[in-house]
């Protein structure tokens, strides 16, 4: 099977430089993990690596980005990968573009979660995971970068949380508190080692926004 990909995968790059270059307006879902959303071009690693600047410069010499949106994608690489990408892409960008980017909350305050979403934690893929990111965290890279960040949905370093999801224009994300039905929702035993694991102070906003299970998205706008 990895053999029949390698062998496609030119084939699949041709057809999608063809339907980059017919698009108006490009939007990108990276590392998409086999999500479609209309009006946005998903594309997945083996295409378009983020740390890799030829693969930009294949695909968008001749067009710009409008809009690009990373689902847990960006925890998976270095934290200079990251800034090295943010900086190479802006050659690529339009004007005021925007990257939605979603990781996990290094400041959720159950401690039961982010043992979880850690690098090297316990959840699935979370092995892989080589930055912790919080929104303070960001706000330093988007400076570092020459960004204007907009936040969209975090918990601040005392634990509380704030969301401001005016609409999904800019990506949608789904492992986000309105609508992510995933992790504890279906499970009384793992959601009371989440809610327990939470100061006691922090817990009441859990119960009165319904949430549990969040990401830290924030938009990178090329201003």
């Given at each position: 099977m990895?053999?029949?990909r390698?062998w496609l995968?030119?084939i699949?790059r041709?057809?999608?430089?063809r339907?980059?270059?017919?698009?108006?307006?490009i939007?990108?879902?990276?590392?998409?993990g086999?999500?479609?959303?209309?009006?946005?071009?998903?594309?997945?690693k083996?295409l378009l690596?983020i740390?890799?600047p030829?693969?930009?410069?294949?695909f968008?010499?001749q067009?710009?980005?409008?809009?690009m949106?990373?689902?847990?994608?960006v925890e998976h690489i270095c934290e200079?990968?990251?800034?090295?990408f943010l900086r190479?892409?802006?050659d690529?960008?339009?004007?005021m573009?925007?990257?939605?980017i979603?990781?996990?909350d290094?400041?959720h305050?159950s401690e039961y979660?982010?043992e979880?979403?850690k690098?090297?934690?316990?959840?699935?893929g979370?092995?892989?995971?080589?930055?912790?990111?919080s929104i303070?965290l960001?706000?330093?890279?988007?400076?570092k970068?020459?960004y204007?960040?907009?936040p969209?949905e975090f918990?601040?370093?005392?634990?509380?949380?704030h969301?401001?999801v005016?609409?999904?224009?800019n990506?949608?994300?789904?492992?986000?508190?309105?609508?992510?039905?995933?992790l504890?929702?279906n499970s009384?035993v793992?959601?009371?080692q989440?809610?327990?694991?939470?100061?006691s102070h922090?817990?009441e906003?859990?119960?009165?926004k319904?949430?549990?299970?969040t990401?830290?998205?924030?938009?990178f706008?090329?201003a």
């Amino acid at each position: 099977m990895r053999l029949l990909r390698s062998w496609l995968n030119p084939i699949y790059r041709q057809l999608l430089a063809r339907k980059i270059q017919r698009s108006d307006c490009i939007r990108l879902n990276v590392g998409a993990g086999g999500t479609k959303y209309s009006g946005w071009i998903s594309i997945e690693k083996e295409l378009l690596d983020i740390t890799k600047p030829n693969d930009f410069s294949y695909f968008f010499a001749q067009k710009k980005i409008s809009k690009m949106m990373a689902e847990h994608v960006v925890e998976h690489i270095c934290e200079k990968e990251f800034l090295d990408f943010l900086r190479f892409v802006k050659d690529y960008l339009e004007p005021m573009a925007s990257i939605r980017i979603a990781v996990p909350d290094a400041y959720h305050p159950s401690e039961y979660l982010r043992e979880l979403t850690k690098p090297g934690g316990l959840e699935p893929g979370a092995d892989d995971h080589k930055v912790f990111y919080s929104i303070d965290l960001l706000r330093e890279i988007a400076l570092k970068t020459n960004y204007k960040l907009d936040p969209i949905e975090f918990f601040d370093e005392k634990g509380f949380f704030h969301s401001d999801v005016r609409s999904w224009d800019n990506g949608y994300i789904s492992r986000s508190s309105l609508e992510y039905k995933g992790l504890f929702i279906n499970s009384p035993v793992e959601y009371q080692q989440m809610y327990e694991s939470i100061p006691s102070h922090l817990r009441e906003q859990f119960i009165e926004k319904n949430i549990t299970y969040t990401s830290l998205i924030v938009d990178f706008i090329n201003a």
